[in-house]
T-cell receptor, first 115, second 119 residues
Framework: AQSVSQHNHHVILSEAASLELGCNYS??????LFWYVQYPGQHLQLLLK??????LVKGIKGFEAEFIKSKFSFNLRKPSVQWSDTAEYFC?????????????FGAGTRLAVHP | GAVVSQHPSWVICKSGTSVKIECRSL??????MFWYRQFPKQSLMLMAT?????????EQGVEKDKFLINHASLTLSTLTVTSAHPEDSSFYIC???????????????FGPGTRLTVT
């Protein structure tokens, strides 16, 4: 079945550690890719998105993601995490099939950053 | 900014009763709103797409008679869970599509969610 997979359900890091969260999708053809973040008690917010062009996308708060088409991947990275990055991170895909298409979410990765 | 609110933020109801959840776009008009359901430790599952002035489009497996959606204005969509049962207990999240926010794509802004518990 077509899907969005996030490999890590729960990640625990110390401050200043580097972060990489995996995301793979199984849709063929053109896709738009997103990472959303949900801080404790808050709503989902867009971190970054990829539509076309440079496969290395920079987002807010020092996050970046790389689209590797051959691997159907869109991994999220941050060189040095902070305690305030503690949140749940969702990868999402819009697989195009004409018209305005819907977001398909991964299961999410819960990140805990310890001081 | 683009703010989406939901009301209530949490609700407890008895089995067999109906519950209405509101989703409002506070500072923009949204011709399209989306309703998602999120189970613990699982992803957001799209339930339906709500279009202002027309019938909602439901995803496969979502009972339209159980989850009634009304999008009567450009800033308000409501989800009514009819004859709720304990298995309907979940976290319901709406999003609103803001037109003109990007080439070929209109960004979705998410509400804070409503936690429904059916006893």
């Amino acid at each position: 079945a077509q899907s969005v997979s996030q490999h890590n359900h729960h990640v625990i890091l110390s401050e200043a550690a580097s972060l990489e969260l995996g995301c793979n999708y199984s849709y063929g053809g053109t896709v738009n890719l997103f990472w959303y973040v949900q801080y404790p008690g808050q709503h989902l917010q867009l971190l970054l998105k990829y539509f076309s062009g440079d496969p290395l996308v920079k987002g807010i708060k020092g996050f970046e993601a790389e689209f590797i088409k051959s691997k159907f991947s869109f991994n999220l990275r941050k060189p040095s995490v902070q305690w305030s990055d503690t949140a749940e991170y969702f990868c999402a895909v819009i697989p195009f099939s004409g018209g305005y298409n819907k977001l398909i979410f991964g299961a999410g990765t819960r990140l805990a950053v310890h001081p | 900014g683009a703010v989406v609110s939901q009301h209530p933020s949490w609700v407890i109801c008895k089995s067999g009763t109906s519950v209405k959840i509101e989703c409002r776009s506070l500072d923009f008009q949204a011709t399209t709103m989306f309703w998602y359901r999120q189970f613990p430790k699982q992803s957001l599952m799209l339930m339906a797409t709500s279009n202002e002035g027309s019938k909602a489009t439901y995803e496969q497996g979502v009972e339209k008679d159980k989850f009634l959606i009304n999008h009567a204005s450009l800033t308000l969509s409501t989800l009514t869970v009819t004859s709720a049962h304990p298995e309907d207990s979940s976290f319901y999240i709406c999003s609103a599509r803001k037109a003109g926010t990007g080439a070929g794509y209109d960004e979705q802004y998410f509400g804070p969610g409503t936690r429904l518990t059916v006893t």
